[in-house]
């Protein structure tokens, strides 16, 4: 089993900044994939970016040049520092950490973008 601590949602004002972190524990890999995952209520949860354990990373279109997904192996932490955040980026965020026989995800974090 894997265990996920999210940290970092909060509220923020349109071009604010805001870093989500999550801390992965337990029966951990070296080789793994970490991300960041969102929905809306009624909306399916959506890819916002992700980091394999070698650094690539893939982002959402609608983020990319404004979020940046990073990891630190030494501490089992993917970051996502999120830049220019607008309204439509307010969302439940959750965090996802896959290796061979798992796929486990955080509790979620809210984001709120608003004036």
């Known amino acids: 089993q894997v265990q996920l601590v999210e940290s970092g949602g909060g509220l923020v004002q349109p071009g604010g900044s805001l870093r989500l972190s999550c801390a992965a524990s337990g029966d951990i890999f070296n080789v793994n994939t970490m991300g960041w995952y969102r929905r809306a209520p009624g909306k399916e949860r959506e890819l916002v970016a992700m980091?394999?354990?070698?650094?690539?990373?893939y982002y959402a279109k609608s983020v990319k040049g404004r979020f940046t997904i990073s990891r630190d192996n030494t501490k089992n932490t993917v970051y996502l520092q999120m830049n220019s955040l607008k309204p439509e980026d307010t969302d439940v965020y959750y965090c996802?950490?896959?290796?061979?026989?798992?796929?486990?995800w955080g509790q979620g974090t809210q984001v709120t973008v608003s004036s």
């Open positions: 980091i394999e354990g070698s650094g690539t990373t």
């Open positions: 996802r950490y896959s290796q061979i026989g798992g796929v486990f």
